[in-house]
């Protein structure tokens, strides 16, 4: 069987040499893409875990001044999980500006999820000299990229016999069958091809029947007065611990996806959570690398595979709030118009409920927007809406057979099963269906980026309003009045947020003079002042809207410079100095 990623040997091959064979004079460069990258690396592929780990060092190594690589922890068998810290030039600290946190392959199966955030860390780091619109991104932004958070799951399915829905989760063994054993029946490669094909037998009673337009690989229900020629017996394995079942207790058996504590349920609920949230190494890390940069304004994980935005929440038991809503919404919709035949969807209402989801959590206890994209769709084979059902199946294999050659298929061929006897073992390889070919993937890298930039530059931007007004009152008494200005679309606390006292509060501190009174400006039409009761001189205001200015006013005794400072966990710093003439 052919490799299906490039180990870690091989990985080193991939940058400084292959464009050095071409002169730079015979290149013309394309649009949304650096020209000349610093670290060149290949993106029609799958990295494993070392290879992931060198791209990230390559790229700290070429970027020095823009990036800070740690290691956030283990998965539980040992493997590192790696943070990139991407930021720009700015006066204001990386970890105080408003961030964007990035994950992926918080499922080991869905390996484009990692490739999606290396991707984003490399083309900003690359791009910055050369947009501008990279640049201010950079600048104003602080990037945390987490490739891949399941790195066992990946290798594991990387390296191994698998089939495209295996090794979703981690390595921990699970008793699931609980017959006091673990992890002791799961798929098994009979036949030693590599993979972990389907597996059917000669039935005179069978209810399949083999395509004849498609023999290589596809099958077909008959209908219910009709007989066929085959049973399908399932994936391929044997009974392993001779229970009389087969496949029934594969590695792992749980999901990183269901063990984070807000919503979270147990297993008679929720399927896949473990004793309780954060028991697996994996989110426990993450979890910490993120209650440490409380300056996360903005959240994206990345799965497969049917072409979703989704948000939350998972389960209609909570909510997001109307006004947070309809902020996701927007940008979801934007999303829709980067990614064709993309769904914006809300998770319980359109897709499933999940229970202690990733990024329920983050809405929930930490207030932050996060969305899942689920990244691939079949309706990008033909460039139109997939059809389901076995005309969806003849669309798969005429996809196969003409924009592939079939590679991919694995033909049919007899096997002396020792439990069913003479069986045929076959079909499509596990890096079809879940993952797109190598001549998609960019675009979907790409195309998955761009919207999670879109969400990126929604996040707060702060700045001073154009001018201040200083009023005399007389008696040495002056009435000062600023404003601070939020160009994005996210307000520096969300609704959720205000509402459940998740962070603190922004504040306006003034130095310089007696502060004898402060409010924030209801209504600067009519003058209408709403008065804080305490400690004036350090203004507490609950957010500032997006895409909007807020107005405060004090009452300051005394002549001399006014010195200001505005503070958003969320938000940033603004500082300025207003002189007394």
Known sequence: MKRLLVSTAAAAMLWGTAAAQVPESSTFPALGAPEDPSVQIVWNRFYDVDGINMILEKLHEAHPDKTKLTEIGESAEGRKIMALELFGENDMPPDVRPAMYIDGNIHGNEVQCAEVVLYTAWYLLEMYDEVEAVKELVDNRTFYLLPSINPDGRDHWLHGPANPHLSRG??????????????????????????????????????????????????????????????????????????????????????????????????????????????LPETRAVSEFVLAHPNIAAMQSYHNTGGMILRGPGDDSVGLNPADDRIAQLIGKRGEEMLPFYNSWVTYKDLYRVFGGEFDWFYGML???????????????????????????????????????????????????????????????????????????????????????????????????????????????????????????????????????????????????????????????????EWQKVRPERLLIETVPGQDQLFAEFLVVGDGDLEFRFEATKGGVLEMALRDE
């Open 367 to 529: 207030g932050i927007i996060g969305f899942t994209n689920e990244m691939y769709t079949d309706s990008n084979m033909f460039r139109r809406e997939a059809k389901r059902g076995q005309e969806g199946n003849r669309e798969e294999a005429l996809f196969l057979r003409h924009l592939l050659q079939n590679q991919g298929v694995t033909p049919w061929a007899e096997y002396d099963h020792p439990t069913y006897g003479k069986v045929e073992i076959g079909g499509t390889a596990k890096n079809f269906g879940r993952v797109p070919p190598a001549f998609m993937l960019e675009e979907e890298l790409h195309r998955n980026m761009a919207s999670t930039l879109y969400h990126a530059n929604a996040m707060p931007k702060l700045s001073w309003g154009e001018s201040a007004e200083i009023e005399d009152l007389g008696d040495g008494v002056r009435r000062v009045r600023v404003s601070v200005v939020n160009s994005g679309l996210i307000p520096t606390r969300l609704s959720h947020d205000i509402d459940k006292k998740l962070t603190p509060r922004n504040s306006l501190t003034v130095k310089g003079g007696e502060v004898v009174a402060s409010g924030v400006v209801k209504d600067r039409y009519n003058n209408i002042v």
């Open 170 to 279: 981690g390595r921990i063994p699970v008793d699931n069958d609980q017959d006091g054993q673990f992890d002791e029946d799961g798929p098994d490669d009979i036949d030693g091809d590599g993979q972990i094909t389907r597996m059917r037998i000669k039935d005179p009673f069978g209810r399949w029947c083999v395509d004849d337009r498609f023999p290589e690989t596809l099958m077909y229900r008959v209908e219910s007065d009709e007989i066929g020629e085959y049973s399908v017996l399932g994936w391929e394995g044997i009974d392993n611990d001779g229970d009389g079942e087969i496949n029934e207790d594969g590695p792992g058996g749980y999901d990183p996806n269901r063990n984070w504590p807000y919503n979270w349920q147990p297993e008679s609920t929720q399927f896949g959570a473990m004793a309780y949230p954060f028991s």
